[in-house]
């Protein structure tokens, strides 16, 4: 069974706090996407990794890819409220011709003013 | 670039009727593309994917009588829920990938279609 384990599940915060997200499978993956999503929308892509080791930043979101390509982080620096949302990570298997997305569970993060 | 649209965004029917949702490519062509059912609070779950030209290809446990899905051109893919039950209730998300883009593995979300059985 292909998983990607994301966590935390759900995070409270104070607005300037920094907190990091993780995903981490046992498979190697060929692409990893995250995305955020808010309620009643669909998931917007933030950034999409796909050489190990590889490090993207986004405004204050830091996204990394681990080196083995079996496990993702994004970091938050100095979180507003604007950050409040469902992020979602997201994989691809490079021995899998069909495109199909391996979803984390989703973490549900909440930026207190 | 990559906009994905759906329509509708919301729909309430009655117990026993047919919805269709459409998924659209607004930018780009896509010869495939992939249908996603999402409960309150909880992940995406991969209902489908949907193949310009030929039959869509079902996850397990999806019923592939009850989720019709037809992709008849390379912008256009349509989700028909039958004979709706209330069960059948929940966020219904289509994705695609835009081929010409880099990186190709990126998939490319609509805005959603709320369905409400009652």
């Known amino acids: 069974t292909q998983l990607l384990e994301q966590s935390p599940q759900f995070l409270s915060i104070q607005e300037g706090e920094n907190l990091t997200v993780y995903c981490n499978s046992s498979?190697?993956?060929?692409?990893l996407q995250w995305y955020r999503q808010e309620p009643g929308e669909g998931p917007v892509l933030l950034v999409t990794?796909?050489?190990?080791?590889e490090v993207k930043k986004l405004k204050r979101l830091t996204f990394q890819f681990g080196d083995a390509r079996k496990d993702s982080s994004l970091h938050i620096t100095a979180a507003q409220p604007g950050d409040t949302g469902l992020y979602l990570c997201?994989?691809?298997?490079?021995?899998?011709?069909?495109?199909?997305?391996?979803f984390g569970q989703g973490t549900t993060l909440q930026v207190k003013p | 670039g990559a906009v994905v649209s759906q329509h509708p965004s919301w729909v309430i029917c009655k117990s026993g009727t047919s919805v269709k949702i459409e998924c659209r490519s607004l930018?780009?062509?896509?010869?495939?593309m992939f249908w996603y059912r999402q409960f309150p609070k909880q992940s995406l779950m991969l209902m489908a994917t949907s193949n310009e030209g030929s039959k869509a290809t079902y996850e397990q446990g999806v019923e592939k009588d009850k989720f019709l899905i037809n992709h008849a051109s390379l912008t256009l893919s349509t989700l028909t829920v039958t004979s709706a039950h209330p069960e059948d209730s929940s966020f219904y998300i289509c994705?695609?990938?835009?081929?010409?883009?880099?990186?190709?593995?990126?998939?490319?979300f609509g805005p959603g279609t709320r369905l409400l059985v009652l």
């Open positions: 498979s190697v993956f060929s692409s």
């Open positions: 930018d780009f062509q896509a010869t495939t």
């Open positions: 997201a994989g691809t298997h490079g021995s899998s011709n069909t495109g199909k997305l391996i």
């Open positions: 994705s695609a990938r835009d081929l010409s883009r880099a990186p190709r593995e990126t998939q490319y």
């Open positions: 990794v796909v050489t190990g080791g």
